[in-house]
C-alpha cells in the first residue's frame, strides 16, 4: 500500500474512533429506558439473621415474583384492550396481578393429584364390580368390597378436600 493510501486508511479509523464513542454516549442516554431498577427498602431489624446467602436467595426470589407481576400485569392489560387502543398497564392492572390467586398460592403438584384421580376412579370401578348381593355369603367378597369401597371413598375424599 502506498503512503496514501495509509493515510486514508488512518482517517477512516479515526473516524470510525468518533462515531463509535459518538454511538456509546447516545445510546447512554436511553439506557435507562429499557431497564427498570426496583430498590426494595427493608429495615435491617428485618434481617438481622439473614445469613449473605439467604439474603440473595431473598432477592433473587424477589425479582422473580416482580418479573411474575409485571407479565400477569401486561396479561390483563391485553385482555382489556380494545384492539385498536395503545398498551399502557395502570396502577390498578399492577394491584389486580399482585392479587390475583396465581400470584398468592404457589402451584401445586399436579401429579399426585392425578395418582389419586386414578386410584379413585379404578376403585370405584372395582368396588361396582364386587357389588353383588348373591356372592356377599362369601366372607372373602364381602371383605374384598369393603376394602377396595373404603380406598374407593378415602380417596375421593381427599380430591373433594384438596381440590383447588
Not at 390498578?92 to 389419586?116: D, G, L, Q, Y
Request: include cysteine; hydrophobic fraction near 40%; charged fraction near 25%.
Amino acid at each position: 500500500m502506498d503512503s496514501n493510501g495509509n493515510k486514508r486508511l488512518t482517517e477512516f479509523i479515526s473516524i470510525l474512533k468518533v462515531y463509535k464513542d459518538y454511538f456509546r454516549n447516545f445510546a447512554s442516554l436511553f439506557k435507562d429506558v429499557y431497564k427498570m431498577n426496583i430498590n426494595f427498602d427493608i429495615p435491617d431489624n428485618k434481617v438481622i439473621n439473614f445469613s449473605s446467602g439467604a439474603k440473595k436467595e431473598l432477592s433473587k426470589q424477589s425479582c422473580r415474583i416482580t418479573k411474575e407481576i409485571i407479565d400477569e400485569a401486561s396479561r390483563i392489560e391485553a385482555s382489556r384492550r380494545l384492539s385498536d387502543a395503545g398498551s399502557e398497564v395502570t396502577q390498578s392492572n399492577v394491584k389486580e396481578a399482585a392479587t390475583h390467586p396465581r400470584m398468592i398460592f404457589s402451584r401445586k403438584k399436579i401429579w399426585p393429584n392425578k395418582i389419586v384421580q386414578g386410584i379413585a376412579f379404578i376403585s370405584s370401578l372395582i368396588a361396582g364390580g364386587l357389588f353383588d348381593t348373591e356372592k356377599f355369603s362369601n366372607t372373602s367378597t364381602v371383605l374384598w368390597f369393603i376394602f377396595v369401597l373404603f380406598i374407593a371413598i378415602s380417596s375421593n375424599m381427599y380430591l373433594i378436600f384438596n381440590q383447588e
